[in-house]
């Protein structure tokens, strides 16, 4: 990957010099970012491609600006996700695109479809692992280039709370799958980022629900990102 330095001087000046030698201080920082143009995969569901929001309102698209914003280029994202997969339907997906390029940014969120359906959770843990390493594969075996997402909290959303389903016992079984997704992914050295908690806002902040009233508004994709983005562009600088 070409890259190239940024060079940011910081000068600090304590009483306007130098106690030693009467010079002014200066702090140098080099941060190296990409100068082409990054590539991105999102793999998913539902989350993934931003279900009843603008494509651009989506949280992979989002991250492409917030990275484009702090001077990294990253492309248009590739999405591999479809609302309502589960993790097989993804595996199934992905061999079905025959991909053999290489990208420099992979997300991966997957596991709530499996949690709504009432799926194995130990075929999920088999399942993820095999995802992760499908991941791992897309990102040039370069693993810190490789990001996972926690699983949103969707018993907190009206559609939840009118699903006859008990809400803390909907929390208690996405806890469950996140404990799994989290556990080998951090297994692998692998960046966990956990939006899980905020998703839970959803209850008491209606702003942060789509107009179906079961998924992510753009306003909560926002603080997704918010999360994410420092990882990805550590991941991708320097410093």
Same mark, same amino acid.
């Given at each position: 990957? @070409? ?26 920082? #080099? ?17 993934? =491609? ?21 001077? =990294?280029? %990253?492309?248009?994202?590739?999405? #591999? ?16 695109? %025959? ?51 926690? #699983?949103?909290?969707?018993? %907190? ?12 016992? #909907? ?50 994709? @926002? ?17």
């Amino acid at each position: 990957m @070409k890259l190239t330095a940024l060079i940011l001087l910081l000068s600090t000046i304590a009483c306007g010099k130098s106690s030693t030698n009467g010079m002014s201080k200066t702090d140098t920082t #080099i941060i190296t970012v990409p100068t082409g143009e990054q590539s991105y995969l999102a793999l998913g569901d539902s989350y993934t =491609i931003g279900e009843s929001v603008a494509q651009s309102s989506s949280f992979p698209y989002q991250l492409a600006a917030s990275l484009n914003s702090q001077g =990294i280029k %990253a492309r248009s994202p590739k999405i #591999i996700a479809k609302t309502g997969w589960t993790t097989n339907e993804l595996q199934d997906a992905i061999r079905a695109e %025959a991909l053999s390029t290489k990208f420099d940014i992979v997300t991966l969120l997957i596991g709530v479809n499996n949690q709504y359906r009432g799926n194995s959770i130990a075929t999920y843990r088999t399942e993820f692992k095999e995802l992760l390493q499908t991941a791992i594969s897309f990102a040039g075996g370069n693993k810190a280039h490789v990001f996972v997402v926690s #699983i949103p909290d969707w018993g %907190a959303t009206p559609f939840g709370k009118q699903s006859g389903k008990g809400v803390q016992e #909907i929390a208690e079984e996405i806890d469950a799958f996140n404990a799994v997704n989290k556990e080998e992914t951090l297994k692998e050295g692998i960046s966990y980022t956990d939006i899980t908690p905020g998703s839970r806002n959803a209850a008491t902040n209606n702003a942060l629900v789509a107009a179906d009233g079961l998924h992510p508004s753009g306003l909560m994709y @926002k603080d997704w990102v918010t999360l994410l983005a420092p990882s990805v562009y550590k991941a991708l600088s320097l410093k």
